[in-house]
């Protein structure tokens, strides 16, 4: 069995290597109503047209005494426009085959629209009424508050989300970061109508939006699309305050581990710590240090201590999230009661072992070789290449950013991993969560 996985791992690793020798697909660039960045990547391949419109409009921007007015606004981002209410929007938009939704996340809100070319005028139309001319009626504000608060309910039963808002709460005090998108029971009443209104009202500003597109489209019907559609969008930056600052680099603050009683067979394992911004120059470096520890696949340093050695897990995985402003890292697991305690020190001796004895150039090539090898599978699919193209615009990283990402990545030394080991993996500076029986 372990030959034939093997054998599977090599295919797959050489199948990454000869689609990695495709090029790239092909952004165009232009500049939309009231300054809104537009990349598009034309493909014809299929009748389908993949859009992503990313707005400044995140959880980080709530009212202090108000979470989860952002993830309200998005949930009713197609209930109703222009002359038709929720009911008639969302049959005009199943009659045409038209998929178009919104969901808030931190620091923007994604409105993600898909359909066949066939209906690329007839998406436009929906999308600028829901844009520019949203119902926001009382009725569905009452449903969306309700289905919001449902969902709060539910998320107090999984272990792994109530372990994650417990982790955010100790790394993020004091700074919306902290705050959980979909808000709190607490918060929700406190949300009225006309704040929603005008939460919508403030994200809807050219400057500060982007629009990505791929699929089977030109760039001059891209533009007429635009022109015909959304030829009202304010042309004024945002009007949103600044995203408080994070302090980086900084060891943990008592008490830095907590534990959350509930009746379930099995532990849940959380360790985090502030990791870096998306313009950190040590971005690469961690991002291979990243998929070392404990990044996808199975091969990683904690994978094969503790699932493949021990077995004291089916799953271990680390992830980091650049936000602007410094996102966490985080290391997950779940692992019987019976060996939880082994377990966290295991993950401890792991990060240490990291810092104090770095990588060989052996495991350092190998991942390196995984890494740009299934760089390709990131561009395989059109919603992909609209949701890439979307956040590279968002954040600013470049039009060559997909271009330079795999010589990037083949550029990082065992010295760097090393120095950025030290800098961001030293216990001092995780904060623990367990999530289960009492230890």
Not at 14 to 26: F, G, H, I, S, T
Not at 145 to 161: G, N, W
Not at 214 to 233: K, S, V, Y
Request: aromatic share 6%; hydrophobic share 40%.
């Amino acid at each position: 069995m372990r030959v034939i996985i093997c054998r599977l791992l090599l295919l797959a690793v050489c199948c990454c290597l000869a689609v990695e020798a495709q090029a790239v697909p092909a952004v165009q660039t232009m500049q939309g109503p009231g300054g809104m960045p537009v990349y598009l990547v034309e493909s014809h391949a299929n009748p389908m047209v993949e859009m992503r419109l990313v707005l400044p409009g995140g959880s980080v921007h709530d009212p202090a005494d108000k979470a989860g007015l952002a993830a309200l606004t998005a949930w009713m981002f197609n209930e109703g426009g222009g002359s038709m209410d929720a009911a008639s929007f969302q049959e005009r938009l199943a009659f045409h085959g038209i998929s178009m939704d919104a969901t808030a996340s931190l620091e923007k809100t994604t409105v993600k629209v898909t359909t066949l070319s066939q209906h690329l005028e007839e998406a436009w139309s929906c999308l600028a009424d829901a844009l520019l001319r949203p119902r926001l009626e009382e009725k569905d504000f009452v449903r969306a508050v309700a289905e919001q608060r449902a969902v709060i309910l539910k998320e107090r039963e999984q272990p792994q989300t109530q372990a994650s808002l417990l982790l955010n709460k100790m790394l993020y005090p004091n700074h919306p970061y902290g705050v959980p998108v979909i808000g709190t029971l607490e918060s929700l009443p406190r949300i009225a109508l006309a704040d929603l209104r005008r939460f919508h009202q403030e994200s809807v500003h050219a400057p500060d939006m982007v629009l990505a597109v791929a699929g089977d489209i030109t760039l001059a019907q891209l533009q007429g699309l635009l022109e015909r559609h959304l030829a009202g969008l304010d042309a004024t930056p945002a009007p949103r305050r600044p995203i408080p600052e994070v302090v980086l680099d900084q060891p943990a603050t008592p008490p830095t581990t907590q534990h959350l009683e509930m009746d379930i067979p099995q532990t849940t394992l959380l360790l985090g710590a502030i990791g870096i911004t998306r313009q950190d120059p040590d971005y690469y470096t961690f991002y291979v240090l990243n998929q070392l520890l404990g990044g996808s696949g199975l091969h990683s340093r904690l994978s094969m201590e503790m699932r493949e050695k021990r077995g004291l897990t089916y799953g271990v995985y680390s992830h980091f999230s650049p936000l602007s402003k410094g996102g966490p890292f985080i290391i997950s697991m779940k692992t019987k009661t019976a060996s939880a305690k082994e377990s966290l020190d295991l993950l401890h001796k792991e990060l240490q072992r990291m810092v104090q004895d770095g990588v060989t150039e052996a495991e350092l090539q190998e991942v390196i070789r995984y890494l740009t090898g299934s760089f390709p599978l990131h561009l395989d699919g059109l919603g992909k290449l609209a949701t890439l193209w979307g956040n590279i615009g968002f954040h600013r990283l470049g039009l060559d950013y997909l271009d330079k990402w795999p010589e990037r990545i083949r550029a990082v030394s065992r010295e760097e991993v090393a120095r950025v080991a030290a800098r961001l993996l030293g216990s001092s500076r995780f904060y623990t969560v367990t999530v289960g029986k009492a230890l």
